[in-house]
């Protein structure tokens, strides 16, 4: 079974990317593969997601389907649960 594939859009510097970051390293192995992209590295990126980082999208060949904001506030137990859920009903 192949796992879902998210991005994660952020900036250097950006203390609710970095939160979120530590959060899916910590669960991805078991959910999804993940893969970052810092948007001051591409202009389009920029233009789309500078007020909105951190940004997670899910990968469903060459189109992104936005997920919904996750809370700074949930743990690294509350976002696997969260996103376990909601990639159950994506699949």
Known sequence: ??????????KPGCHLCAGLREKLVEIAPEL???????ITTNAQWWQKYQYEI???????????????????R???QQCRQYLANW????N
Do not use: W
């Open 1 to 10: 079974m192949t796992l879902p594939h998210l991005v994660l859009y952020g």
């Open 32 to 38: 999804f593969t993940l893969t970052e992209r810092d």
């Open 54 to 72: 951190p940004v997670l999208t899910l990968m469903r060949g060459e189109q992104e389907i936005p997920l919904p904001r996750l809370s700074p």
């Open 74 to 76: 949930l743990s690294a």
């Open 87 to 90: 990639l159950a009903i994506k």
